[in-house]
């Protein structure tokens, strides 16, 4: 299956150079470094990374204030030994005189390549940073001219370190390290570089292999001469003292290194190529290679980790943020689950800096995780955007309860995982605090960073209750499991008692703001008093998705951008990825259009969640946000992309496909899969790893689910159960949908819009409204319902416009004050045991009401987490009868109208199923329903043929 379109070739522009010696730049998870081509010798692009190789430096502060860090990591840029200067016939090449200059990267084989035409030569550069062994990187030069070419091979000991520059997402310009050691070798060189501070050496070890004649080696060169054809390989070894030196040899063969990279991504590719059903290649040649980039940045151990920029630059001065755990590890956690457990190790082993870190911030307990670091220490300066950022703790337990779910690895739990919860979930208990029976915390900052240090933070407050949650459950888990453990864990973590008694009624009481008229939740409780940011342009930029208004913190200072009701990036709605059981669903559909109108996308962090949450609510854009993403480094969209590759946007545009167009949620006891298949996206096909063992899944009209290895697991497909196992290994999901209209179906709401209008009519105009307007206006839009009353009862008189929706809303203000007290007991009898019923069999459920009311009302009446799509009748223009509303129902779900059946009380809604092509199902009287393929009159009738049709038993009626 793992075939096509893997390969990413581009054609340089020369001003592109800094751009590309980011995007090509190879990397194994443990060294890394940027694509120059070798005849180019200038080391302003070059540069090598070691990942979590670390220089401490001061950090200087104007104004102190207690706990603020003195000190701060930063990555440090290594030389690169790659480079060399070219002469043909004793003239120097000028890499800027070349023809044509062509970069490819092999994703297959891993070989990363620069080809330059000139005119009296070319000139072929390879790379490999070796997957397999991750100390080595090979490299092949290969030059044909006419005549003498001779190769000066540098051994730079020096890099260069820009310079400072007001980005904060830039890297610094000190100088970080010392030559240590500097060494000729037969036939090459060794270099160690000190750090000046943490003291870590990193030891370059090279040796060069030719088919030149003569090699001259002075100083820190070395020469190789030929005549018309110049090959020359140089395999580098990479070691530092964090890890220990080995002295590996470096008597290795290009060709063999070529053949096991080739090796490993043959096994890498088997499981981890993702197939997009899709007519647009793009998409499928940009994700390859945003994967290949994830598996490049990912840490091989403990002792690192995941960088912002992974190893392509260094941008954000190689530090790991929040980024791993939320927008990367994901990935993995599903794809590989080996590579989930390392990044989690990691900060297993800073969990003791976190420990610290929380005595240094005041509290005597707990684990507050830096939010951005290498080593373990706190190396943000801004607090504001920094240390305030609390939820990041909560994120790493998010990510750690998830592995145990996803891999059911009691061991973990219990070596390291239970540990890091709890620690979390203590900070949480000692920075909140209980008033007013409610627990509340107070002056944190959630990852929206053009809101900063506020109370009762959304997302903040949504994952300590889930770490509350989990600290308690997985305590009582191990406690039924083995006592022993937990009394090794309770001594080790002098655990006592009332805490878990603490975290379950801090779990309960945990604040969430929400607004139960707007069916919002709400981001904190500063929010809603802010101003709207004056330049209106800057939101939600989604037409041209690309535009280009410079970033707000590049140009506001940020107490401004505080102040107003703007966002950077996706919060809220990023909670309600994770969390949604904490939500509503009408909640989630609603917080979704409210705040992505008010954010900015200036974090490269906004689109691809936006993406993959739109395709949970049906937004029609979702393949341009994903496409956004996808993009975001390949065309430099934000015009940064020479500093690093955006890692997290990277891992999110992933994460678009796992958990968004698969719809994958690991759950404690299952998995759960709700696909979408969209205009351009019409299905997905990948392997994926769960609870141990190993599945394919393949979706467009029906999901396939099949058992590759391993004993199986449980499944939820659109809320139907399945378990695979040996003995059932293959599963198959066909899609239905049943739309539902609401008012006159589910409740009786007829009457009550016929009251509102009759009331309006008499208030008015002394009229009594005949009661066959009840008939009338069923499944009618407000306005229409207005035109229609108007026109027939007082055809006399004309109305304006304006004194139309004047009335309209009147009536609206009316029929409002009569559902206001709605609850689920006004309900039909017997709809949710309906809905359950068909929940049960995995189908899809829509509302398609045409009342804007719709969204409100089965909130109120406690069904709106049934349905997997709620049709917003705003973004609908024509009404029923038109079959619009209910095509877009379809469409939202990805289902064939033959699949699907629509319910409706009233005639234009029967003729707009019908329009659709979709079965009509009439609910009420006979006479009036006559063009409906069927009629009931009440709910049990109707119950028995929708769950015969859902359960596939005699036919449809
Ligand atoms: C439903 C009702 C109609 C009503 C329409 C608009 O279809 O059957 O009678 O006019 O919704 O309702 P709204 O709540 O938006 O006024
Ligand atoms: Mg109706």
């Not at 497909?717 to 599963?731: A, I, Q, S």
């Not at 309209?808 to 309900?827: C, G, Q, V």
């Not at 877009?888 to 809604?909: F, P, R, S, T």
């Not at 003729?911 to 393929?933: C, P, T, W």
Request: one cysteine or more; aromatic letters at 12%.
């Amino acid at each position: 299956m793992i075939t096509n379109n893997l390969f990413y070739k581009v054609q340089s522009k020369k001003n592109d150079k800094a751009l590309l010696a980011t995007q090509f730049a190879p990397g194994n998870g443990y060294v890394g470094f940027r694509a120059v081509c070798d005849e180019d010798s200038d080391k302003t692009e070059r540069g090598l990374f070691i990942n979590g190789f670390y220089e401490r430096i001061p950090m200087v502060h104007s104004e102190f204030a207690h706990g603020f860090p003195e000190v701060t990591d930063r990555m440090v840029k290594l030389p690169d030994w790659n480079s060399m200067d070219v002469f043909i016939d004793g003239v120097k090449l000028n890499p800027d005189d070349v023809l044509k200059r062509t970069y490819h990267f092999d994703l297959k084989s891993g070989v990363m390549e620069i080809a330059s035409e000139y005119k009296n030569c070319t000139v072929i550069s390879r790379k490999i940073a070796d997957f397999e062994k991750p100390n080595y990187i090979a490299s092949k030069t290969i030059i044909h001219g006419e005549g003498q070419i001779r190769a000066v091979l540098k051994f730079p000991l020096e890099v260069y370190s820009g310079e400072r520059n007001r980005d904060p997402r830039k890297s610094g310009s000190e100088k970080l390290y010392k030559t240590h050691r500097f060494e000729k070798l037969e036939n090459g060189f060794l270099g160690e570089f000190k750090t000046l501070n943490s003291n870590l050496i990193s030891r370059i070890t090279q040796k060069v292999v030719s088919n030149g004649t003569s090699f001259i080696q002075t100083e820190n060169e070395m020469e190789v001469t030929a005549v018309s054809n110049l090959e020359i390989d140089r395999i580098t070894l990479v070691e530092d003292s964090i890890r220990g030196f080995y002295q590996n040899s470096v008597d290795r063969k290009y060709a063999d290194i070529k053949k096991a990279q080739t090796e490993y991504l043959a096994r890498f590719w088997e499981e981890n190529f993702v197939v997009l059903n899709t007519e647009n290649n793009n998409y499928q040649k940009y994700l390859n290679f945003l994967i290949y980039h994830l598996l490049q940045a990912t840490a091989r151990d403990k002792y690192s980790n995941i960088s912002a920029k992974g190893l392509t630059g260094d941008g954000y001065e190689g530090h790991y943020f929040w980024d791993t755990e939320i927008y990367m590890y994901p990935v993995w956690l599903v794809k590989d689950p080996d590579r989930a457990k390392t990044l989690l190790e990691y900060r297993y082993h800073i969990l003791d800096y976190a420990r610290k870190r929380s005595k240094e911030l005041g509290y005597n307990k707990g684990a507050t995780y830096a939010w951005r670091t290498i080593s373990g220490i706190e190396c943000s300066g801004y607090m504001p955007a920094g240390t305030a950022q609390y939820h990041l703790s909560g994120d790493i337990a998010y990510a750690a309860i998830s592995y145990y779910f996803a891999t059911g690895d009691y061991r973990a739990l219990v070596d390291y995982i239970f540990e890091m919860v709890f620690e979390t979930a203590r900070t949480f208990y000692e920075i909140g605090n209980f008033t007013d029976d409610k627990f509340h915390i107070n002056a944190v900052t959630g990852p929206d960073e053009y809101t900063a240090i506020v109370n009762d933070n959304y997302y903040t407050n949504a994952i300590a209750k889930y770490n509350f949650e989990w600290a308690v459950k997985l305590y009582k888990l191990i406690e039924t499991t083995s006592k022993d453990d937990l009394n090794k864990l309770i001594e080790k973590l002098r655990i006592e008692k009332e805490e878990v008694t603490n975290f379950q009624n801090a779990f309960e009481a945990m604040v969430l703001l929400t607004d139960d008229k707007a069916l919002i939740d709400i981001q904190d409780n500063s929010f809603v008093q802010k101003e709207l940011w004056p330049d209106e342009s800057v939101y939600d930029p989604s037409e041209g998705l690309s535009d280009d208004h410079e970033p707000l913190l590049m140009n506001y200072h940020p107490l401004i951008i505080y102040r107003h009701k703007i966002l950077k990036q996706v919060e809220v709605v990023l909670a309600h990825f994770l969390l949604k059981d904490y939500t509503n669903k009408i909640k989630v559909d609603n917080s979704f259009y409210y705040y992505k109108a008010l954010t900015t996308h200036d974090s490269s962090l906004s689109y691809c969640i936006h993406s993959l949450m739109g395709l949970k609510v049906g937004f029609d854009r979702a393949d341009d946000y994903f496409l956004n993403s996808l993009e975001l480094d390949i065309k430099n969209l934000h015009g940064n992309t020479a500093d690093g590759m955006h890692m997290a946007n990277i891992g999110g545009a992933i994460m678009n496909v796992l958990y968004g167009y698969l719809g994958m949620h690991v759950k404690a006891d299952f998995m759960e899969i709700n696909p979408v298949t969209t205009d351009r996206i019409n299905g997905i096909e990948t392997v994926f790893h769960y609870n141990d063992s190993k599945f394919l899944i393949k979706t467009g009209d029906k999901t396939e689910l099949s058992l590759l290895a391993g004993e199986g697991a449980k499944f939820s497909v659109r809320g139907k159960e399945y378990t695979v196992t040996k003995d059932n290994p293959n599963v198959v999901h066909g899609d239905k949908a049943v739309l539902f209209d609401l008012d006159g179906v589910l409740t009786d709401t007829g009457e009550l819009h016929y009251q509102a209008w009759k009331k309006l009519m008499n208030d008015e105009f002394a009229i009594d409204l005949p009661v066959k307007y009840k008939d009338l206006v069923r499944g009618i839009s407000r306005l229409e319902s207005m035109e229609l009353i108007l026109t027939n009862e007082l055809s006399d008189r004309s109305f304006s416009e304006e004194r139309k929706v004047e009335l309209a809303n009147r009536k609206n203000e009316i029929y409002k004050s009569l559902i206001e007290h709605f609850t689920p007991d006004d309900l039909y009898d017997g709809v949710e045991d309906l809905l359950k019923g068909l929940k049960k069999e995995g189908v899809f459920i829509a509302l398609c009401s045409s009342s804007k009311n719709g969204g409100h009302l089965i909130y109120r009446l406690g069904i709106d987490n049934y349905f997997d799509a709620v049709v917003n009748p705003s973004f609908i223009e024509r009404g029923k009868p038109a079959p619009d509303i209910f095509e877009k129902a379809l469409k939202m779900l990805g289902v064939n109208a033959e699949n699907a059946i629509g319910v409706e009380d009233a005639e234009a809604g029967i003729q707009a199923i019908n329009s659709a092509n979709i079965r009509s199902v009439g609910f009420g009287d006979n006479d009036m329903l006559k063009e409906a393929d069927v009629v009931f009159d009440n709910i049990s009738d109707l119950s028995r043929c929708l769950l015969n049709w859902s359960e596939d038993k005699n036919g449809w009626n």
